[in-house]
């Protein structure tokens, strides 16, 4: 049997991880998106840490339960400490999160995804807005450049790492993120921000919410920012600056006693240098309307509606403009004492048209895809308020496999009220993508590279056990997993012994397992201490009879360990100083060595209304490198940018 050689599988390979710089689109799976929690948790710096496990969160049951006794790793990032972290985009912000893998690609790209397979086209991660999916049928993956959220607007983020496809669909494989906004009612008044520093250049936002009548409220916002590039290893600029607008706007009516109803939208533009090369260009906007009636005391029903449009275009590589529609229906119903069920039905249409190059194509330039989902889920009180057990399942068509079913099983004991012990196994797909099947490199025959006709979705059996405990002042998550993959992405070569054309295929096997650890302890009512470890380990095989020798070295690039401390200080003099401490492990395969690094934010509340600090990211190195393979990395450079935040 005759490999490719390895220099074509270089080439190859780093044709594949450019399709990651064609950039950062939205929408096009099929997870069910509805659940939306009311509570807002704007005040939990002013609650103990019992009264905080004591938040609800949405995204493991698609409807409200306590954090501490839900029976998976999840993780809430408040809008407090959004506010004390001084990130200043999304994925900064997901840094909080340590069941996270988050590294900076350059000064727009970032590789994030959970226990495992990270890459620039991570596609085991499902990540909702307010639940409108951010994901593009290129690579089953998120651009990350394009979900520029006003941070301020964020309620929580619920950060699940494990399997979520029995509720969320294909793709919710090894985590979901759910970033959930404020309700209307929650930001009235005028909110005006801006600053500017050595790398992050400058930034400026403004937010005005007001009643409309007794039943009614709405926000709307802009904001924008500019960036300075990153630089190559030597300290040359890479000249990827670049610079983005957007505004928005959300309305909240309560239409009657227990119905209400939400209508929110974005419209946002963005120019990114390249050198050489005319800008890159990133746009789009979406709309999203929800409904939702208690009809009794035991039972909810949601609808939602959403259109996503965006568009890029990298002049003379690729350009695409996708619109989605999506549409979902969601009942929560108590059955009994005993049963809390769950049930809903999807459909997703995708209009997808690429603009290919001579570098690349996909092919047929222009698709319509179709899915149709439907779940069902029933948690079950074997002994109320200590033992519970939840069986589910997801049935989902899509236009590339058919019919795919996703069942999960969980099991949730709380021996006793300071702590919950909970195990599950679980099933979850990721479903082919363009990409998959219809990636062709150079963009006319003879081809290089291939999309897989065949190419059928890649399995995943997870199974998890942790244990949360809450005291007065601590509380400590462990979870520990192991997962098996089957039907990994590979490179097989479609005429042996000739080493090209190489078409992608389903020629490996993998496994991932590890622990992760998380804490936090109350050190006073002014000190607040968060810490988070994780170990992990991923290994990819050919299966026999594959020609692929590349051991999963394009499906996953992972430390294998990361420890994150964050630290949170009320001062005297009404000032507050934050610090995030992180230290990452070497990424092996892309010879990434192992770095530390310190962000701190200090801030001084002047007066009421008006906040006033300063933000220090990157601090112990002028530059360090994060991802990539040594011969085109960018590394990240160390900032401080100053801001003035004033509410009216």
Do not use: C
């Not at 096009?28 to 840490?49: E, F, G, I, N, Y």
């Amino acid at each position: 049997m005759r490999l490719v050689p390895a220099a074509s599988m270089r080439t190859i390979l780093l044709a594949m991880t450019a399709i990651a710089t064609v950039g950062r689109g939205a929408s096009a799976q099929r997870p069910d998106s509805l659940a939306q929690p009311t509570d807002s948790v704007a005040a939990l710096k002013a609650l103990s840490l019992e009264q905080l496990m004591n938040v609800e969160v949405t995204s493991v049951s698609k409807r409200p339960e306590r954090l501490s006794q839900v029976p998976s790793a999840i993780q809430v990032i408040t809008q407090e400490d959004l506010r004390r972290s001084g990130a200043s985009n999304l994925p900064e912000a997901l840094r909080l999160a340590t069941n996270l893998e988050v590294a900076q690609v350059d000064s727009r790209q970032w590789a994030i995804s959970a226990r495992g397979f990270n890459s620039t086209t991570a596609n085991k991660l499902l990540v909702l807005i307010d639940g409108r999916t951010v994901y593009t049928p290129l690579y089953s993956g998120v651009f990350w450049d394009a979900q520029d959220i006003s941070l301020s607007d964020v309620d929580r983020i619920e950060v699940i790492s494990g399997p979520g496809a029995t509720l969320w669909g294909a793709n919710a494989v090894n985590g979901v993120i759910n970033i959930i906004t404020k309700d209307a009612k929650d930001t009235p008044g005028l909110l005006v921000s801006g600053g500017g520093g050595t790398e992050l250049r400058g930034l400026g936002s403004a937010r005005y919410g007001a009643a409309l009548g007794a039943s009614a409220r709405f926000r709307a916002y802009a904001k924008g920012f500019t960036r300075e590039p990153t630089v190559f290893p030597n300290g040359q600029d890479a000249g990827d600056d670049w610079h983005a607008e957007q505004g928005g706007f959300r309305m909240d009516w309560d239409l009657s006693e227990g119905s209400h109803l939400t209508l929110e939208g974005d419209l946002y533009d963005g120019r990114i240098s390249q050198p050489g090369a005319a800008d890159v260009v990133v746009s789009g906007h979406n709309a999203i309307a929800r409904w939702s009636r208690t009809t009794s005391a035991h039972s909810t029903l949601t609808a939602q509606l959403y259109y996503d449009r965006t568009h890029r275009d990298i002049p003379a590589t690729f350009g695409e403009d996708l619109d989605t529609y999506d549409v979902d229906l969601q009942q929560h119903a108590t059955l009994g004492t005993r049963h809390e069920v769950v049930w809903g039905v999807g459909y997703r249409l995708i209009n997808d048209r690429v603009a290919n190059s001579a570098g690349l194509a996909f092919l047929p330039p222009h698709v319509t895809r179709q899915w149709f989902t439907g779940f069902l889920q029933d948690e079950i009180a074997l002994v109320p308020d200590r033992l519970r057990v939840t069986l589910g399942t997801k049935l989902e068509h899509n236009d590339y496999t058919g019919v795919e079913i996703q069942p999960s099983a969980r099991l949730n004991w709380a021996p006793r009220a300071s702590g919950t012990l909970w195990a599950a196994v679980s099933r979850a797909l990721r479903t082919p993508s363009r990409l998959d099947r219809e990636l062709f490199i150079p963009g006319q025959a003879p081809y290089a590279l291939a999309g897989g006709p065949n190419f059928h979705s890649e399995e995943e059996l997870a199974y998890e056990v942790g244990y949360r405990h809450e005291a007065q002042a601590l509380a400590v998550t462990i979870a520990t997993f192991y997962n098996r993959y089957y039907g990994l992405r590979s490179l097989e070569q479609a005429n042996p012994p000739n080493p090209l054309p190489v078409v992608i295929g389903n020629g490996q096997d993998g496994e991932s397992y590890g622990t992760e650890v998380t804490g936090e302890y109350r050190v006073s009512g002014r000190w607040r201490l968060r810490a988070g470890y994780t170990e992990l380990r991923v290994h990819i095989w050919p299966v026999p009879g594959s020609t692929d020798s590349t051991h999963g070295s394009a499906e996953s690039h992972d430390p294998e360990r990361q420890l994150a401390v964050v630290s949170s200080t009320d001062l005297p003099g009404h000032l507050r100083l934050d610090g995030v401490l992180r230290y990452v492990g070497a990424i092996a395969n892309q010879q990434v060595p192992a770095y530390a690094e310190l962000n701190a934010r200090l801030s001084w509340q002047a007066a009421e209304p008006l906040e006033v600090s300063i933000v220090g990211q990157n601090l112990l190195h002028a530059h360090h490198a994060e991802f990539g393979a040594a011969a085109t990395r960018q590394e990240i450079k160390r900032g401080v940018y100053g801001s003035v935040t004033w509410h009216f």
